[in-house]
């Protein structure tokens, strides 16, 4: 069996008079966010049980910060590709832009995991899921939140529906 695991970025700081929305980092929050999720990552029976993974991830500086300290080294990522295409400032990533990129990578050997934003991952996981998570429908996705969707081994991803098999979501102050 082999896995999507679906993150939306950890909490970021509002853009700074004269920054881009692209060069968000992270708040305190974030980075304590981040924390618990390479806590999760780095542990065989927890978050780090889905991997090895191919990452994707948005080249958005709060996305790669992320990716950085939450699974960089931990032992999830077998191998990791930045993308300018899956961030949502300069146009709008629909759930299939994300779908036909993450297909792009799929080397059908390993788990996925994307670090990307809303509304795209909540669209992702929304029309892959067997059943939409209670916390999506309540609400919304939430920052630093993980879900993981089981896929067929033998299979690249694509346009079906997944069991959801777990969700991790750090929940600090």
Same mark, same amino acid.
């Given at each position: 069996?082999?896995?999507? +695991?679906?993150?939306?970025?950890?909490?970021?700081?509002?853009? %700074?008079? #004269?920054?881009?929305?692209?060069?968000?980092?992270?708040?305190?929050? #974030?980075?304590?966010?981040? %924390? $618990? /999720?390479?806590?999760?990552?780095?542990?065989?029976?927890?978050?780090?049980?889905?991997?090895? @993974?191919?990452?994707?991830?948005?080249?958005?500086?709060?996305?790669?910060?992320?990716? !950085?300290?939450?699974?960089?080294?931990?032992? &999830? *990522? !077998?191998?990791?590709?930045?993308?300018?295409? +899956?961030?949502? #400032?300069?146009?709008?990533?629909? !759930?299939?832009?994300?779908?036909?990129?993450? @297909?792009? *990578?799929?080397? *059908?050997?390993?788990? /996925?995991?994307? $670090?990307?934003?809303?509304?795209?991952?909540? %669209?992702?996981?929304?029309?892959?899921?067997?059943? $939409?998570?209670?916390?999506?429908?309540?609400?919304?996705?939430?920052?630093?939140?993980?879900?993981? &969707?089981?896929?067929?081994?033998?299979?690249?991803?694509?346009?079906?529906?997944?069991? &959801? *098999? @777990?969700?991790?979501?750090?929940?600090?102050?």
């Amino acid at each position: 069996m082999r896995y999507l +695991i679906v993150v939306r970025h950890a909490k970021a700081t509002r853009a %700074e008079p #004269g920054e881009s929305d692209f060069d968000r980092r992270l708040s305190g929050r #974030g980075r304590r966010q981040c %924390e $618990v /999720l390479r806590a999760w990552a780095s542990d065989a029976s927890s978050l780090g049980a889905y991997g090895p @993974a191919t990452a994707l991830v948005s080249s958005a500086r709060r996305t790669r910060e992320t990716y !950085a300290r939450a699974f960089e080294d931990s032992g &999830l *990522v !077998a191998s990791v590709t930045f993308s300018d295409l +899956i961030y949502n #400032g300069h146009r709008s990533v629909s !759930a299939e832009d994300l779908l036909i990129d993450l @297909a792009a *990578v799929d080397p *059908v050997t390993t788990s /996925l995991l994307v $670090v990307a934003h809303n509304p795209t991952v909540h %669209e992702l996981v929304a029309s892959l899921a067997h059943q $939409v998570p209670d916390v999506l429908v309540e609400r919304g996705y939430p920052l630093g939140g993980a879900f993981v &969707l089981a896929l067929r081994d033998d299979q690249p991803i694509g346009l079906s529906r997944y069991p &959801l *098999v @777990a969700q991790f979501v750090p929940e600090v102050d």
